[in-house]
């Protein structure tokens, strides 16, 4: 009899949601690289529907931080706890710093090349300048398509523009021909007539883009709080997959767009958010930042892996869609 009552209070202590437990109040910083793009919904989601707070962390902070690149530094230096620059973070983990991807967060490549409608075949796009971002997931991605389509690295100029909206600003002027952009940042240019010439997801089919990474060093010393943070973000995901007209209004504030295009946003997205992490998946990511490369590294994704928070969150949360 003692022992089925100490077996049901350990099981009801490790099934207890953290916020029973003492909250972590200090500032948690959490870096994306840029506001709006439908690839980060779930760290806005878990922000507006309070599962930061539910989990304990009250004091979650999101920060704008321009360009994958800056992300990842901000990460290995430790100013902010986790980021969402999983492409450029991967160049990172090939040289050996010791990142790590707690779950991915979107299953999809988001990225579309817009261009003018006079645009017909990749080719065409031969010497003409396109907006990406160097050190980001633009440039690698698209230097994966044009490998895909056996055009060399240099077929094309490119400008540097960290930012969406920087972007949108050199093809309206003229100064870019085509860009990569994520949904719902691309309206503008879409509304004044460009095309979103090729999807990328339609390419590269289900290839984790997004995930929450973290640090080794970080994990060591507060895996408490990579729990916490991993249920959130799980949570959020859950909610996303379930919550049709709620996330469609997220959709709508973050992105500031209108329901119709939300809606187009989530139907066609829905499915890649899915909390997952797997060593496959983690690979077929990696094969696209291969091709910004000289010599393919010697990478074992299965290093950079800690699933044991994702399936504590999958245990809490899995069974019923958060509301």
Excluded: W
């Excluded at 044009?146 to 490119?158: D, S, V």
């Excluded at 990579?226 to 959130?232: G, H, L, N, S, V």
Aim: aromatic share 8%; with cysteine; charged share 20%.
């Amino acid at each position: 009899m003692k022992s089925r009552l100490t077996g049901a209070i350990l099981l009801a202590f490790f099934l207890c949601p953290l916020p029973l437990r003492a909250q972590y109040t200090k500032p948690v910083y959490i870096s994306l690289p840029g506001p709006g793009n439908i690839q980060h919904l779930a760290y806005v989601a878990a922000k507006y529907k309070g599962f930061y707070e539910e989990m304990g962390i009250p004091n979650a902070q999101i920060v704008i931080l321009r360009g994958n690149a800056v992300n990842v530094q901000a990460l290995v230096s430790g100013t902010v706890h986790f980021s969402s620059a999983f492409g450029p973070a991967m160049q990172t983990m090939f040289r050996g710093e010791q990142l790590r991807i707690l779950v991915q967060i979107f299953n999809q490549i988001p990225f579309g090349l817009i261009t003018r409608p006079e645009v017909k075949r990749l080719e065409d796009l031969k010497g003409a300048k396109i907006a990406v971002t160097f050190g980001g997931s633009t440039y690698s991605v698209l230097q994966a398509l044009f490998a895909k389509q056996g055009l060399p690295q240099n077929a094309a100029e490119y400008l540097n523009i960290p930012d969406n909206q920087g972007k949108v600003v050199a093809l309206m002027q003229g100064r870019a021909a085509a860009a990569l952009m994520a949904p719902p940042t691309d309206q503008p240019l879409l509304k004044a007539g460009f095309k979103r010439f090729v999807y990328l997801g339609d390419v590269f089919p289900n290839v984790p883009f997004s995930a929450l990474l973290t640090t080794a060093k970080l994990i060591q010393e507060e895996p408490d709080l990579a729990e916490r943070m991993t249920k959130a973000v799980v949570k959020a995901l859950l909610y996303i997959k379930s919550n049709r007209e709620g996330s469609i209004d997220i959709i709508m504030r973050q992105g500031n767009v209108e329901r119709e295009i939300a809606a187009a946003l989530y139907d066609l997205m829905r499915d890649a958010f899915e909390p997952a992490l797997s060593a496959q998946g983690v690979m077929k990511r990696a094969e696209l930042e291969f091709a910004v490369l000289k010599e393919r590294p010697n990478f074992k994704p299965e290093n950079f892996i800690d699933d044991r928070f994702l399936k504590a969150a999958l245990r809490l949360l899995g069974s019923e869609p958060p509301k």
